[in-house]
């Protein structure tokens, strides 16, 4: 078993930036791909960056914008966003799984989730 909590969520205005940041507990996560996902009120969770062994992968709505980046002496996951729009608004939460590369970007390929950070962007 592997938990994952989330922080580094809260309120900025567009064009601001913000660090989240992903901490696990438990069994390592060596040995599985980690991802951002996020969900607004009324929308399916959607995929928004990840990493499965060497590459890594973007939604091209946060592609240049957003990054991703894990830490294994840690075991921590971060995601750093910048340049920051009100449709960035959304609950974030970090996975952990064994997805192949063709289901990456899918939810159901991941079998840890943290609760999940909001982050809200003003206009």
């Known amino acids: 078993q592997v938990q994952l909590v989330e922080s580094g969520g809260g309120l900025v205005q567009a064009g601001d930036s913000l660090r989240l940041s992903c901490a696990a507990s438990?069994?390592?996560?060596?040995?599985?791909?980690v991802a951002w996902f996020r969900q607004s009120p009324g929308k399916e969770r959607e995929f928004v960056t990840g990493i499965k062994g060497g590459s890594t992968y973007y939604a091209d709505s946060v592609k240049g914008r957003f990054s991703i980046r894990r830490d294994r002496t840690v075991g921590a996951i971060y995601l750093q966003m910048n340049n920051l729009r009100p449709e960035d608004t959304a609950v974030y939460y970090c996975a952990a799984g064994r997805p192949i590369t063709s289901t990456i970007r899918t939810t159901v390929a991941y079998y840890y989730w943290g609760q999940g950070t909001q982050v809200t962007v003003s206009s």
């Open positions: 438990g069994n390592s996560l060596d040995s599985y791909s």
